[in-house]
């Protein structure tokens, strides 16, 4: 198979959760299976038995993996890949209950730095993010798997817009009531210190990972490294903020002004998770369409394209550093 590298949008990959819920259709408007909890939408993944494949168009069905053999730099550009796969995975979150207590090793294959973007909380809706001040390890491994391990937590105030950044280590828990765009290095690997008591879909409690959880949390991860302070940066057709600066990649709310077509920009692999409006990316052999709820993968050596957007057009643009920032 022999094609150009265009921008394509993949078909989202549903995940039955029994803390999930339905708000992904009526939010993002995606087309939920019927009849169970869905608590993530798998949107850009190339994990073993996850990968991703594109939705439409010449390349329909092509895998994220596949889209890498193929186009190698042209894709990437100077990005390299994790552990021979793509660097990034997307995910959409719905979390009708409280999520587990939970941490992601700090070091290893399955190291996981993360970013929340809320996309939509309820009134007086909490998520939980590091550990509250003076809380040590012995404080914690008391009162593991209990439900005193939430008031070990700091706990934030959750509204829409708001940008949160996990490096891997950090012990953490989604609450009820928020829907996120999450943004993260390719791990699937989570380690659970508390779940509310709660079975899985099963029926059956869900394993925990106590032993693992208390090896993997820091304890320096500071307020002002999880909330960092957004930078206004200059764009000419809208308003670019700069919300996640981290080694692993970058994270950017864009909002459109203006509505007149112009060139798409080229020369670095860009990832964009459309959050209001509609476009389109057209070149002289591609078009490819996109709406709310959608991420669209834009190649580094993308073939030259012409971006059509609607007026109050809104997404999160990620990028991944070439090097240590």
Same mark, same amino acid.
């Given at each position: 198979? #022999? #094609?150009p590298?265009v921008?394509v949008v993949?078909e989202?990959l !549903?995940k039955?959760?029994?803390?999930?819920g339905? %708000?992904?259709?009526t939010l993002? @408007?995606?087309?939920?299976?019927?009849d $169970?909890?869905?608590?993530?939408s798998?949107?850009l993944a190339?994990?073993?038995d996850?990968? #991703?494949?594109v939705r439409?168009?010449?390349?329909?069905?092509?895998?994220?993996?596949?889209?890498?053999?193929l186009?190698?730099?042209d894709?990437?550009?100077d990005?390299?890949?994790?552990d021979?796969?793509?660097?990034?995975?997307?995910?959409?979150?719905?979390?009708?209950q409280?999520?587990? $207590?939970?941490?992601?090793?700090?070091a290893?294959p @399955?190291?996981k730095?993360?970013?929340?973007?809320?996309?939509?909380a309820?009134? @007086?809706?909490?998520?939980y993010a590091?550990?509250?001040? @003076? $809380?040590?390890?012995?404080?914690?491994?008391?009162?593991?798997?209990?439900?005193q391990?939430?008031?070990?937590? %700091?706990a934030?105030d959750?509204?829409?817009?708001?940008? !949160? !950044?996990?490096?891997?280590?950090?012990?953490?828990?989604?609450?009820?009531?928020?829907v996120?765009?999450?943004?993260?290095?390719?791990?699937?690997?989570?380690y %659970?210190?508390?779940d509310?008591? %709660?079975?899985?879909l099963?029926?059956?409690?869900?394993?925990?990972?106590?032993?693992?959880?208390?090896?993997?949390?820091? !304890?320096?991860v *500071?307020?002002?490294?999880i909330?960092?302070?957004? *930078?206004?940066?200059?764009?000419?057709?809208?308003? $670019?903020?700069?919300?996640v600066?981290c080694t692993?990649?970058?994270?950017?709310? =864009?909002?459109?002004?203006?509505s007149?077509?112009?060139?798409l920009?080229?020369g670095t692999l860009?990832?964009?998770i459309?959050?209001?409006?509609?476009?389109r990316?057209?070149g002289?052999?591609?078009?490819?369409t996109?709406?709310?709820?959608d991420?669209?993968l834009?190649?580094?050596?993308?073939?030259?394209?012409?971006?059509?957007?609607?007026?109050g057009c809104e997404?999160?643009?990620?990028t =991944?550093?070439? #090097?240590?920032?």
């Amino acid at each position: 198979m #022999s #094609s150009p590298p265009v921008p394509v949008v993949f078909e989202p990959l !549903y995940k039955p959760k029994p803390w999930g819920g339905r %708000r992904l259709a009526t939010l993002l @408007g995606k087309h939920l299976p019927a009849d $169970v909890p869905i608590g993530e939408s798998w949107e850009l993944a190339d994990l073993p038995d996850n990968e #991703s494949r594109v939705r439409d168009g010449p390349l329909a069905g092509t895998s994220l993996g596949e889209l890498v053999q193929l186009w190698g730099r042209d894709l990437l550009g100077d990005v390299q890949l994790d552990d021979g796969r793509f660097p990034l995975l997307i995910k959409f979150l719905d979390a009708e209950q409280d999520l587990s $207590v939970q941490v992601h090793p700090q070091a290893g294959p @399955g190291v996981k730095q993360e970013a929340w973007y809320v996309v939509h909380a309820e009134p @007086g809706a909490k998520l939980y993010a590091g550990l509250r001040d @003076g $809380v040590g390890p012995d404080d914690v491994q008391r009162v593991a798997n209990t439900p005193q391990i939430v008031d070990m937590l %700091r706990a934030w105030d959750a509204a829409a817009g708001q940008c !949160y !950044y996990l490096p891997s280590g950090t012990l953490h828990a989604l609450g009820a009531g928020i829907v996120v765009a999450e943004v993260q290095t390719p791990s699937d690997t989570t380690y %659970r210190v508390y779940d509310w008591d %709660r079975a899985g879909l099963d029926g059956r409690p869900r394993e925990l990972h106590v032993r693992e959880t208390l090896h993997n949390i820091r !304890y320096d991860v *500071t307020p002002a490294l999880i909330a960092q302070p957004p *930078t206004r940066m200059d764009a000419a057709l809208g308003e $670019v903020t700069r919300l996640v600066t981290c080694t692993r990649f970058m994270l950017d709310h =864009v909002r459109v002004r203006a509505s007149l077509p112009c060139d798409l920009a080229r020369g670095t692999l860009r990832v964009w998770i459309i959050l209001r409006g509609r476009g389109r990316l057209v070149g002289a052999a591609h078009t490819c369409t996109f709406d709310r709820g959608d991420v669209v993968l834009i190649p580094a050596g993308c073939a030259p394209t012409r971006q059509e957007l609607a007026g109050g057009c809104e997404w999160l643009e990620v990028t =991944v550093p070439t #090097s240590g920032l």
